[in-house]
Every structure is written in C-alpha cells, then in structure tokens.
C-alpha cells in the first residue's frame, strides 16, 4: 500500500485525483503501478487501476493475471472492478472506501456477484485513514 499511496500522491501533485494502484504477482512482486492520468492524459478511463492493470498485463505479456493482487488506496469504480473481473484478478486491497461510486462493496459489489459468477477477495481498510485523507485534502484545496 506504501507504492500505491506514493503513487496516489505524485497523482494529485499532478492535478489529478490522488488515487494509486499496484498489481502484485502471486510472490508479491510488484508488477504493474498506476495513478490517475485523466487529467494528464485526458483519457477518461485513465483511472489508477486500469493503469496498474495494463502495466501488469504488458510486463506478464498476458491479460491474465490469474493469482494477482491489486493494491488501491480508493475503492474501485465500476468502471475498474469490471477491468479486475476482465483479467481475472482474485484478490483487491483497499484503503479508503467510495461510499458514492465504489463497486466492491460499499454501493455495488461487482466483484463478488454471484450472478456473473465473481468471486473477488476484497480486503478493506489498509491504510484506510492515510487514504482518505490525501483526497480530503485534495478536495478541500479546490473548493
């Protein structure tokens, strides 16, 4: 969580959402990092995890990543619990939950619905208070 949260940090020094992600492989090896590019990039699915994601996926040279960890410091989206399901992701580390957009447990629990035959370990709270503070303060300095 300390690699997300830097990475969380360099993205609000960029005018971004500070929001960070890591993908560990199965030996805990970092293999993928991401932040929130949106603003930098203009790319509105530029979000943290599908960063990380693609990061892993291009340093495995496969979309599966069977066996792997996302490490976030905010709850996915739907947008990115659907790119965790899409590669086959089992496992997502928390910080902070998204209590207006999160889709693994707090709004919506994608990952874990039975209906698309998800079954996702969440593991929340890591760092949770750390996390949520780097978007308070975010927010608070614009408005």
Do not use: Y
């Not at 609000?12 to 805990?28: E, N, S, W, Y």
């Not at 580390?93 to 629990?109: E, F, N, P």
């Amino acid at each position: 969580m300390g690699i997300a949260l830097d990475e969380a940090r360099a993205a609000g020094d960029a005018g971004d959402v500070p929001v960070g992600a890591v993908v560990l492989d199965p030996d805990r090896a970092v293999i993928g990092t991401g932040r929130n590019l949106r603003e930098v990039e203009g790319d509105p699915v530029a979000h943290a995890e599908v960063v990380a994601i693609r990061a892993a996926a291009s340093s495995l040279g496969t979309w599966h990543l069977d066996g792997c960890t996302l490490v976030v410091t905010l709850e996915p989206c739907l947008m990115c619990a659907g790119a965790v399901l899409q590669s086959r992701i089992p496992r997502i580390v928390l910080g902070a939950w998204d209590v207006k957009a999160g889709a693994t447990g707090s709004q919506w629990d994608v990952v874990r619905d039975a209906r698309l035959g998800a079954k996702v370990e969440v593991v929340p709270g890591v760092r949770a208070a750390e996390s949520a503070t780097l978007l308070s303060a975010f927010f608070e300095a614009r408005r």
